[in-house]
Nanobody
Framework: QVQLVESGGGLVQAGASLRLSCAAS????????MGWFRQTPGKGREFVAA???????VYADSVKGRFTISRDTAKNFVYLQMNSLKPEDTAVYYC??????????????????WGQGTQVTVSS
């Protein structure tokens, strides 16, 4: 059974940094693409970043150059380093695992396992 547990969220001011962590169990993250998504009230879940089984990365345009996804396959952790945070980054952030090693941009339904989410709030 796949379990994903996020941590690292919090309340910060605009311009600050946060690092989210995702502890994965029940799968080896080296074999699957892993991703981060976010959701705000009234909006659907939005893709943020993903890392493939071959360490390729994909980012949403809104976070490119500010966020970095990485993984530690020895610890089975995935991270999202978020720099230069903006109020519009406020959301619940979810870690997700894909059924594939590759990332197919736009095919977010491949990400079928989800964590419980961690709240990130950025004040202006």
């Amino acid at each position: 059974q796949v379990q994903l547990v996020e941590s690292g969220g919090g309340l910060v001011q605009a311009g600050a940094s946060l690092r989210l962590s995702c502890a994965a169990s029940g799968l080896s993250i080296s074999n699957y693409a892993m991703g981060w998504f976010r959701q705000t009230p009234g909006k659907g879940r939005e893709f943020v970043a993903a890392v493939s089984g071959a360490d390729g990365t994909v980012y949403a345009d809104s976070v490119k150059g500010r966020f970095t996804i990485s993984r530690d396959t020895a610890k089975n952790f995935v991270y999202l380093q978020m720099n230069s945070l903006k109020p519009e980054d406020t959301a619940v952030y979810y870690c997700a695992s894909s059924s594939r090693a590759l990332i197919v941009v736009g095919r977010w339904k491949d990400f079928g396992n989800w964590g419980q989410g961690t709240q990130v709030t950025v004040s202006s």
